[in-house]
């Protein structure tokens, strides 16, 4: 059974920084493209930022240095560097698994 559990989410004031983490377990962790996305409220869900299994990474205009992707192939989980955060920000954020598996997400809220 595939699972991927994200973790690290919560609320920050402008300008401060969050780490996620999402754990997978159930998936050769290693020959996957990972990709976090997420959904502001009455948002459709967008990209921001994806992994290759050969550690190509694309990132949405929005988060380009402030945000970083990252993988620990040992641990099967894939990393979001969140700094800088903006109220914008503020959205669910859901882990990917290739093409088909999908976290639960975690809620990040930049707020003063």
């Known amino acids: 059974q595939v699972q991927l559990v994200e973790s690290g989410g919560g609320l920050v004031q402008p300008g401060g920084s969050l780490r996620l983490s999402c754990a997978a377990s159930g998936i050769t962790f290693r020959i996957f493209s990972m990709a976090w996305y997420r959904q502001a409220p009455g948002k459709e869900r967008e990209l921001v930022a994806q992994?290759?299994?050969?550690?190509?990474?694309i990132y949405v205009d929005s988060v380009k240095g402030r945000f970083t992707i990252s993988r620990n192939n040992a641990k099967a989980t894939v990393y979001l560097q969140m700094d800088s955060l903006k109220p914008e920000d503020t959205a669910v954020y859901y882990c990917k698994a290739g093409s088909v598996y999908w976290g639960r997400g975690t809620q990040v809220t930049v707020s003063a």
């Open positions: 992994i290759t299994s050969s550690d190509l990474i």
